[in-house]
């Protein structure tokens, strides 16, 4: 494993954490869980909406931390009706780039098959190249879980929780 000095950036340092086996972390090893890890960084003080597009690019998202993360996600606007409008507006910039995840049409689509499907899961999608960081990007991470359905805009930090026909809207 490559070495990195105490300067390092903390989220360089998060990156490697959640990019790392867990059995050779010692730590986090021992939680098997990386659930703790989130709920630990937003309690030192963490950004939310950074933390959520960590561990999502970082494929670190599972049942357990779904949990923590519908648990603690702040400011949710309940979007009853998805129809393809509604999606859309969720979607406030979506760039003309080579480098976007699909066509703003094609992405609308998707997103409302996976809600409709209940596609158990993290999708993220980027309005741009989300390598190249001198350029912007919007990042957008739909989270559905047995019982949840979260729109996340990373950029403008907004959540919407999306409720299907008859749901009861309980603990938001």
């Not at 980027?126 to 729109?151: E, G, H, Q, W």
Request: hydrophobic share 35%; with cysteine.
């Amino acid at each position: 494993m490559d070495k990195i000095e105490l300067g390092t950036p903390f989220r360089t340092v998060i990156i490697k954490i959640l990019s790392c086996n867990p059995k050779m972390l010692s730590v986090f090893g021992r939680t098997k869980e990386k659930d703790l890890f989130f709920k630990d960084l937003l309690t030192i003080g963490c950004d939310f909406y950074e933390l959520l597009e960590l561990f999502a690019n970082c494929e670190a998202i599972n049942n357990e931390s779904i949990n923590c993360i519908v648990e603690n996600v702040p400011n949710v606007e309940i979007i009853e009706n998805y129809n393809d409008k509604e999606i859309r507006r969720m979607i406030p910039h979506w760039s003309s780039s080579k480098y976007h995840t699909a066509t703003i049409k094609d992405i609308c689509q998707e997103l409302k098959m996976h809600i409709e499907s209940d596609s158990n899961g993290t999708f993220v999608y980027n309005s741009n190249n989300s390598k190249n960081k001198k350029v912007y990007n919007d990042t957008y991470i739909l989270l559905i879980s047995d019982s949840n359905k979260f729109f996340f805009d990373i950029n403008r930090k907004k959540s919407y929780k999306i409720i299907n026909d008859g749901e009861v809207t309980e603990n938001v």
